[in-house]
């Protein structure tokens, strides 16, 4: 078994919650079983106890910073007890993080308290990955809406954000992500820095899809490189023009994740997804509130791994015929060797009838 501890951290909206639900997507396809270590200083606001209102911010951060390293090891024993080759932890900021809301003299106090010292809470992760602020370099989309936590004005944001870069320098794996991409591809730059430090493949950059016959899925569940996933998402009303929204059932054999994933297309023209994981409540409650226009999508998704590819094979079970598949290809790359067995009918990457939320469409 392997082990891995790694830091999400960043300024305040830097894209952390939707990076968590990409991480877990993208790692768990890889063979990765994912942990989430909540934000403890989000936990601790929204329970009512936020920093602001203390009189003693050494002894408030002592605290949180206990409950954070409290939490972490909790989480590495439960790893320690599972019967998996690679296990990744993903912390919801870490331990230096805090050093960014203190000064020296109450910094040196944690560290006191603790028996510990800078190096040992920095170099105790093996990796971290800094997201940047939207308040640097895309400033109209910093906003408060989408956090109860978060209270920063931009110029807040900004000293932040140095602040928790300046906290993890040092640190033999840290990498920034920065502003220079849209959100989309933002996203998929902090998924290649940690496949890149985990000496996993670089994730690929371009889909394409295509109309398939109707395959035979009793062969194609055979095959030692493929894995079945159940699906089942629905619609909600935006009030955005040129937004969707979609909640969706993952997992198999009863074993579900939830997310909720809001897709925009912007007037420049820049494509913006945004996901965040839901409780089982939650995403139930949401299903209470899909838009009638749309109805409920089920379908069983093949996951083949085949000639250096990966390929996603949707079955519908209003589709006696035909189904759908999609190639994840790097960015430049045509050639397309298609998996044994799957007789391609057209290419449909583009066609809006082949998109979920048409397929969804109540006609």
Not at 192 to 221: H, N
Not at 291 to 307: A, Q, V
């Amino acid at each position: 078994m392997k082990i891995t501890k790694i830091v999400i951290t960043g300024g305040p909206c830097a894209g952390k919650t939707t990076a968590m639900s990409w991480i877990q997507n993208a790692f768990t396809e890889k063979g990765y079983m994912v942990l989430f270590v909540d934000e403890t200083a989000t936990q601790l606001i929204t329970g009512g106890a936020p920093w602001k209102y203390t009189k003693n911010n050494r002894e408030y951060q002592l605290q949180v910073t206990k409950l954070m390293i409290a939490k972490e090891r909790v989480f590495e024993a439960i790893a320690k007890t599972f019967d998996a080759e690679k296990v990744l932890i993903v912390c919801d900021r870490g331990t230096l993080d805090n050093r960014a809301y203190m000064n020296d003299e109450e910094f040196r106090y944690v560290l006191e308290q603790l028996h510990t010292n800078e190096i040992e809470l920095r170099d105790h992760y093996d990796a971290v990955f800094h997201l940047v602020t939207a308040a640097k370099g895309a400033e109209e989309f910093y906003t408060l809406a989408n956090n109860a936590a978060r209270y920063e004005t931009v110029e807040e944001a900004i000293r932040v954000d140095d602040g928790l870069i300046a906290s993890w320098t040092g640190h033999p794996h840290l990498r920034i992500i920065d502003n220079r991409y849209d959100f989309n591809e933002k996203m998929m730059a902090l998924i290649t820095e940690i496949s890149a430090f985990l000496g996993e493949p670089r994730p690929m950059e371009t889909k394409r899809k295509f109309l398939i016959a109707y395959p035979d899925v009793r062969e194609l569940a055979r095959r030692p490189n493929c894995q079945t996933v159940e699906i089942l998402q629905a619609y909600l009303k935006s009030e955005i023009p040129g937004e969707t929204i979609r909640i969706r059932q993952r997992g198999k054999n009863g074993n579900y994740v939830y997310f909720k994933t809001r897709k925009q297309v912007t007037e420049s023209g820049k494509r913006i997804e945004k996901e965040e994981r839901l409780t089982q409540n939650e995403y139930l409650e949401l299903l209470m509130q899909a838009d009638p226009d749309y109805r409920p999508i089920r379908k069983e998704r093949f996951c083949l791994s085949e000639n250096g590819l990966y390929y996603n094979i949707d079955i519908y079970p209003q589709w006696k015929d035909q189904a759908l598949m999609d190639v994840e290809l790097y960015e430049g790359q045509e050639e397309i060797t298609f998996p044994a067995g799957i007789q391609v009918i057209r290419e449909v990457t583009g066609e809006k009838e082949f998109t979920n939320p048409e397929i969804a469409r109540v006609r």
